[in-house]
């Protein structure tokens, strides 16, 4: 089955500077690729996702990018702040099934 | 707005108890997951329902068992409580897909927490 790895496992970023989270996968037929962010006390809830089909998506201070060839993919935060303190997790899909990443609990400092 | 609400968010079970967590979905979503979510490991799928009555194993089905009597709600139950079983559960729902290389949000209930002494 498909495997997910990701890192960091914590991350702690000053108020204002990116943060950078990677994940690879193994099944060479996963062709989405969402992030999800969990608050304290919350389920997870989506950010934004890839298809295989894109190599970049931008949506306002958060983009991902996508490398087929490598089996990589990775969620960039720009101008961090005190809300995106959360707990990321990427995945993978092929149909309907999400195989998720460890998870990388962000910290931004003020 | 989409809204997935489980039964109990707080739930102390004791060993060899029978234990069913509820969810209910109100966006008429033909897809509902059950994950169980643990630090290091991140979500992993129990089982998965793709319609009244019908279901899929996920990746760690043992020990756990599901129902769906009505598209809205699907029932985890877990038929003998073990002390491994102690986990966050989160329950899921989507859109149904239509080909493979479709798919939809999966939106996420607010979880439950299960302690098995």
């Known amino acids: 089955g498909e495997n997910v790895e990701q890192h960091p496992s914590t991350l702690s970023v000053q108020e204002g500077d990116s943060a950078v989270i990677k994940c690879t996968y193994s099944?060479?037929?996963?062709?989405?690729f969402p992030w999800y962010k969990q608050e304290l006390g919350k389920g997870p809830q989506l950010i934004i996702d890839?298809?295989?089909?894109?190599g970049e998506k931008k949506d306002q201070r958060i983009a991902v990018t996508l490398n087929k060839t490598a089996k990589h993919f990775s969620l960039h935060i720009t101008e961090t702040q005190p809300e995106d303190s959360a707990v990321y997790f990427c995945?993978?899909?092929?149909?309907?099934?999400?195989?998720f990443g460890a998870g990388t609990t962000v910290t931004v400092r003020a | 707005d989409v809204k997935v609400t489980q039964s109990s968010r707080y739930l102390v079970k004791r060993t060899g108890e029978k234990v069913f967590l509820e969810c209910v979905q109100d966006?008429?979503?033909?897809?509902m997951f059950w994950y169980r979510q643990d630090p290091g490991l991140g979500l992993r799928l129990i089982y998965f329902?793709?319609?009244?009555?019908?279901?899929e194993k996920g990746d760690i089905p043992e020990g756990y068992s599901v129902s769906r009597e009505k598209k809205e709600r699907f029932s985890l139950i877990l038929e003998s409580a073990s002390t491994n079983q102690t986990s966050m559960y989160l329950c899921?729902?989507?859109?149904?897909?239509?080909?493979?290389?479709?798919?939809?949000?999966?939106?996420f209930g607010p979880g439950t927490r299960l302690t098995v002494l």
């Open positions: 899921a729902s989507s859109w149904a897909t239509s080909g493979a290389s479709s798919y939809n949000e999966q939106f």
């Open positions: 099944d060479s037929a996963s062709n989405y």
């Open positions: 890839i298809r295989s089909n894109v």
């Open positions: 995945a993978a899909s092929r149909y309907y099934k999400l195989s």
């Open positions: 966006m008429d979503h033909e897809n």
């Open positions: 329902s793709y319609d009244v009555k019908m279901k």
